[in-house]
């Protein structure tokens, strides 16, 4: 309930949601979630919100959207996707999943230890445990629930957790529902990590350290070598999210063990198949006793249905075509080094080691006008606000396919300089 004091939620489109959120704590949830409803629609009547477009065709290179501004069906370049591989709208990916679909129907009803586990999952697990080196591997219905997973499951109290400060929400979210102890050290910060294990490390009895292979928002790679070798200097486990690694880095696109020349010495690889196996689901691939330990111990596994066998069809699809076709994952890198560079030569700094490309706004650009000015030059790129990132940090972040033409890019690349020099934008 509000506390007779508390003053009424007052808005705008620019200071609402900073003060919605300082005060949600204090006000009852109708009023902050009134608050929110009028902040978001105001947002919208103001052209400022380009959030839940509707897209009514396949996930391409071009999208096609109903225009909520105009009501018009328009076909817009994807700059927006995690589709890396540009395999969700592949025909053959397509054709396997279908046949799939027409043979086990459209879901198992079940988690995989009762009813849910099908041929096409437990030769997923294999292909999976091969791609990454791995003795066995799990897989789970989303990316954000095998992180769930894996701090739930196997941290205890008692012992020592170690996260990049940048890692992913869905640890951090893992972390609250564990209730374990957890500590974060500098993003890529080896000195910071060692310092930590020193201090912290022999009170413990195990101890786990998080990092991303490549960084989902600044496309930059973790030291992994190093820091492998700080686990093994203070007898810890290394988890690495391969999320934007996996069919993105090493010459067949087989992740961070490839790259590193490191396969099977990173104690868990985790990854998802929502981005470039452009489907949806999550794996953990490491020793068998321990991919054993979290099918009967990790609760989002248990209490959660199995994916369906279409989905699961059509990973192994795109599986097959990783290793029949590893040239998409050098045009992926084609594509991403032709941005950087073309970005470069705007007098643009940026740089990227995973599938997307960082474009941070300059504090005089509005993020919000600067999106509805991409998106009437035909192009759909993703704004990432505060508080999502720092408020200087506030950034598009450019998802490139291998399947982006030159043109595509050079269309990007022009509308940016269009949309940077427009005074619309200003702030
Ligand atoms: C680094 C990282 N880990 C985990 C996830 C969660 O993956 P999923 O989309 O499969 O839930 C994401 C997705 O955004 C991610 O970027």
């Not at 071009?62 to 589709?83: A, H, K, Q, Y």
């Not at 086990?104 to 294999?126: A, I, V």
């Not at 196996?277 to 199995?306: D, E, N, T």
């Not at 599938?355 to 650009?365: A, K, N, R, Y």
Request: charge should be negative; include cysteine; hydrophobic fraction near 40%.
């Amino acid at each position: 309930m509000n506390k007779p004091n508390d003053k009424p939620l007052k808005f705008d489109v620019r200071s609402g949601l900073r003060r919605i959120m300082s005060q949600a704590r204090r006000v009852d949830l109708k009023t902050r979630a009134t608050s929110f409803e009028e902040f978001w629609q105001a947002a919208v009547d103001a052209n400022e919100s380009l959030y839940f477009r509707e897209i009514i065709g396949p996930q391409g290179r071009e999208v096609t959207i109903r225009d909520s501004f105009t009501g018009e069906i328009r076909t817009m370049l994807m700059f927006g996707s995690n589709n890396y591989l540009g395999l969700a709208d592949n025909p053959y990916v397509r054709e396997k999943s279908i046949e799939a679909l027409k043979q086990y129907g459209t879901g198992l009803g079940g988690p995989p230890l009762l009813n849910g586990y099908t041929q096409l999952m437990r030769e997923l697990e294999e292909r999976i445990a091969a791609l990454k080196g791995a003795e066995a591997a799990i897989i789970y219905p989303t990316g954000y629930q095998t992180n769930l997973s894996l701090v739930t499951c196997l941290p205890e109290k008692g012992d020592l957790v170690l996260c990049d400060e940048a890692h992913h929400a869905s640890l951090f979210d893992g972390l609250k529902m564990a209730g374990v102890p957890h500590k974060t050290f500098k993003h890529n910060g080896l000195e910071d990590l060692e310092e930590q294990l020193i201090e912290f490390r022999s009170d413990a009895r195990d101890a786990f350290v998080f990092v991303e292979s490549v960084h989902s928002m600044n496309s930059d790679l973790a030291p992994i070598p190093e820091v492998a070798a700080l686990c093994r200097k203070y007898t810890s486990y290394l988890i690495v999210d391969d999320a934007h690694g996996t069919g993105i880095l090493g010459e067949r696109g087989r992740g961070v063990g490839e790259h590193f020349d490191m396969e099977g010495e990173i104690d868990i690889v985790m990854g998802t198949f929502s981005k470039a196996f452009a489907s949806v689901g999550g794996f953990a691939a490491g020793p068998s006793h321990l991919i054993a330990y979290l099918k009967f111990y990790s609760r989002p596994y248990m209490f959660s249905a199995a994916l369906p066998p279409s989905v699961l069809a059509g990973v192994h699809a795109c599986l097959d075509l990783l290793e029949k076709e590893p040239e998409r994952v050098q045009n992926l890198r084609d594509n991403v080094g032709y941005v950087v560079k073309g970005l470069e030569e705007q007098g643009i700094a940026t740089s990227s080691q995973g599938g997307c490309v960082p474009l941070l706004v300059p504090p005089e650009i509005n993020i919000r006008r600067a999106a509805f000015a991409f998106h009437e030059l035909g192009l759909f790129m993703n704004p990432i606000e505060w508080p999502a990132v720092p408020r200087e940090k506030q950034r598009f972040r450019i998802s490139l396919m291998a399947t982006h033409t030159r043109e595509d890019l050079d269309t990007l690349l022009e509308a940016i300089g269009r949309v940077w020099a427009l005074d619309a934008v200003r702030e």
